[in-house]
């Protein structure tokens, strides 16, 4: 089956530890995404990348980093500077330069809690 | 990238058509209108996409006037199953020239369908 996986899909981390969640896609996409879901809200950008060993910064990249080393792979790390890192948090991936459509493909989530 | 608007909430009942309309006053000449729906706990997924008059598919129909400036997202005899937030979203597709930056997922509306 073709798709994106996200793992773990609940997590619980202890305050002031950095933690990486997990992306990875089959599906041949070159574009990739990380966004933040708070309760009730929209969907915010964190980091996206284009290609592989590049990235872009989002809306609030602040206190998370990530890294593009296959194009396959977009983990995000959620550092301790991150001030309220809890959330629920949806990787997306998007193909290349032949799709005709603004439709962005996206993984079932992780759901961080912070202790 | 242009802003859009709808509406927070929506209510209806089984078996009635429902219609979500987005503003979008400055959408540009090579932008096209995308929508999506988001089921509680999952990541959205994409619903239809349109330029300009109509577009139909097997979920929903895609209304836009010719100024474009708005849309209307037509769910025809909705069911329970429906219930979930609606994202209009506006933006330039990878093949027409469109960067492969962010798509900008606002709060959306939330529609409830009832028994």
């Known amino acids: 089956d073709g798709g994106i996986t996200q793992s773990p899909k609940y997590l619980f981390r202890k305050e002031g530890q950095n933690v990486t969640l997990s992306c990875e896609q089959n599906?041949?996409?070159?574009?990739m995404y990380w966004y933040r879901q708070d309760p009730g809200q929209g969907l915010r950008l964190i980091y996206y990348?284009?290609?592989?060993?590049?990235?872009q910064k989002g809306d609030i990249a602040e206190g998370y980093s990530v890294s593009r080393e296959k194009k396959e792979s977009f983990p995000l790390t959620v550092t301790s500077a991150q001030k309220n890192p809890t959330a629920f948090y949806l990787c997306?991936?998007?193909?290349?330069?032949?799709?005709?459509?603004?439709?962005?493909?996206f993984g079932p989530g992780t759901r961080l809690t912070v202790l | 990238l242009a802003k859009t608007t709808q509406p927070i909430s929506m209510d209806s009942y089984e078996g009635q058509e429902v219609n979500i309309t987005c503003s979008h006053n400055n959408i540009a000449t090579n932008d096209y209108i995308t929508w999506y729906q988001q089921f509680p706990s999952q990541g959205p997924r994409f619903i239809i996409q349109?330029?300009?008059t109509k577009v139909t598919n097997e979920v929903a129909s895609l209304f836009i006037p010719a100024d474009r400036k708005s849309s209307t997202l037509s769910l025809p005899r909705v069911s329970l199953s429906d219930t979930a937030v609606y994202y209009c979203?506006?933006?330039?597709?990878?093949?027409?020239?469109?960067?492969?930056?962010?798509?900008?997922f606002g709060k959306g509306t939330k529609l409830s369908v009832k028994p």
């Open positions: 979203l506006v933006g330039v597709p990878a093949n027409y020239g469109g960067s492969q930056g962010n798509l900008i």
């Open positions: 990348s284009q290609i592989v060993n590049d990235f």
């Open positions: 349109g330029y300009k």
């Open positions: 997306a991936s998007r193909p290349g330069g032949t799709s005709t459509y603004n439709e962005q493909f």
């Open positions: 599906l041949n996409h070159d574009a």
